[in-house]
């Protein structure tokens, strides 16, 4: 099964991601999620950036100040419209966390 995951929060704890037993991960950083995908603390990225394809969208990075060369190179940045066609096309279930 492919499961497409949306994290809002720029705290998460990756143990529940590391309980999901799935083929494949797809992870949604939307809001505050997409922290996830510009800091670093201590010098180190988020762990959930390795816990599966990882989607930032465009519009929440800019509004919180930071531009898309900021984006960690494993973190692909799309639009609401990709988001719905990655929703609709590509996972089969979808959670939010």
Known sequence: MKL???????????KTLDKVKTD???IFL???GVYNAVLKENGKS???LEKGKVFALG??????GFKEDQVDERVE???YEDIVDL???????LIWL
Do not use: L
Request: glycine residues 8%.
């Open 59 to 64: 519009d929440d990075i800019k509004f919180r």
């Open 24 to 26: 494949e991960i797809g």
């Open 87 to 93: 929703m609709m096309n590509n996972y089969e279930k």
């Open 77 to 79: 940045v799309v639009g």
């Open 46 to 48: 988020s762990d959930i």
């Open 4 to 14: 497409g995951i949306f994290v809002s929060d720029f705290r998460y704890d990756v």
């Open 30 to 32: 939307v809001q505050d």
